[in-house]
Every structure is written in C-alpha cells, then in structure tokens.
C-alpha cells in the first residue's frame, strides 16, 4: 500500500527507476495537457528529460501549439502511465522554461539530426508535403555543416513543471485501487488518500 509519510518526488523516482527496468518503450513518456484562450483543452505526450525538487523537464519549440498555450495559460498537467506496472501518477503545476545553459547543454547532448531538425520543423504548422520538410532539412544541413556546432535555435528550450499536486494511483484486485495525493503547501507536502 502506498505510504502517506513518503516524499512524493522520492516515491516517484522508485516508481520511475521500476518503470525503466520494465517499460518495453518510453518509460520516460507523459502525457503534457494544456488549455488554450477558449478554454479548449489540448493533450500531447512528450518525453521526461529530467526532474527534481525544481520539477519535470521536457524540451520543445516555443512557437507550437503547446509553446503558445503555455504563455496564455501556465497552468499544466502532466500523466504518467506504466501498463506493465498497473501504475500512473498524474501531476498539475506551473510551468516555465529552463536557463538557456541548461537548455544549451541538453540541445549539444542530441545528435546532429536532430539539432538540425529542431531548425528544420515549423512544429504545429502545415505541412504540404514531406518533401517540402526534407529541403528545409538540406537547408540546415548546408547551413551548420559542422555536426560539432549548430547552435540551439532561441525558439527551442526546456520547460519545467513544478508541482503543485502529484497522485499515485496503484491497480488492486476488484478495483479497488490504491490512491495517494500530495499537495504542495506553505509548509511542504501535505498527503491524503482518496477512494478509488
């Protein structure tokens, strides 16, 4: 059963490190929901890089459609869903984006296409054709050939949510789960269990 005593980010990093060993793909992929002017929610899943007391980092380009939603709308959430485990942890916080050295270091850790792609993609935009991205690609490629310096585009960064409620939510015989909220308080976490 889970334990209301624990620290919620020390419990999430035991069921991410069990996750790791026994997702077959992404254990490190969360759901990222967002919700625009009108009020419309939008979800994505996005991939974890990093997290800890300062929150759950991910990277992207600013100028997509979750780039815009975060500047009108700061208030995110995040869901994690291991199917082998029969474990979730859905989480809400805020969200803002990482120093640029921390941003520049994780874009230099990627490979050479993958840089080069983060120049090359219009994320969210029309796309006519494949062709029309695999210039924009040789574009790029002409442009930074030296695979050891492309420089991070100032519309790709990191973001980072910090949290402000995470639940832990275990699978149990007949339904009756297991389920444990955290909510960040004035004086730190504050846990209670919730029926299933």
């Keep these: 059963m889970l334990d209301k ?9 035991e069921w991410f490190d069990l996750a790791k060993k026994n997702e077959v793909n992404d254990p490190n992929a969360m759901n990222l929901a967002t919700v625009d002017t009108k009020y419309k929610p939008h979800s994505r899943m996005v991939l ?3 997290f800890s007391n300062r929150g759950f980092v991910f990277y992207t380009n600013l100028n997509s459609n979750k780039g815009v939603q975060f500047k009108e709308n700061p208030n995110v959430a995040l869901n994690f ?6 474990r979730q942890i859905r989480i809400e916080g805020t969200i ?16 050479y296409l ?10 969210s ?3 006519n054709s494949r062709e ?6 040789q574009e790029f490629k002409i442009k930074y050939p030296d695979e050891d310096n492309v420089p991070r585009p100032n519309f790709w960064t990191g973001l980072v949510v910090l949290p402000n409620l995470i639940e832990f939510w275990q699978d149990m015989p007949h339904r009756i789960h297991d389920r ?3 909510e960040r308080k004035e004086n730190g976490w504050v846990s209670r269990k919730l029926f299933p």
């Excluded at 005593?5 to 990093?13: A, G, M, T, V």
């Excluded at 993958?114 to 994320?123: E, F, T, V």
Aim: cysteine-free; hydrophobic content about 40%.
């Design 48 to 50: 974890l890089k990093d």
């Design 5 to 13: 005593n624990k620290d919620p980010l020390s419990l999430f990093k």
């Design 132 to 137: 029309e991205l695999e210039k924009l690609i």
């Design 114 to 123: 993958s840089r080069i792609g983060a120049w090359a993609s219009k994320q």
């Design 96 to 111: 803002s984006q990482v120093e640029d050295n921390i941003a520049d270091d994780y874009y230099n850790s990627r490979g």
């Design 81 to 86: 869903h291991w199917k082998s485990l029969q």
């Design 125 to 127: 935009s029309l796309l």
């Design 180 to 182: 444990l909220v955290f």
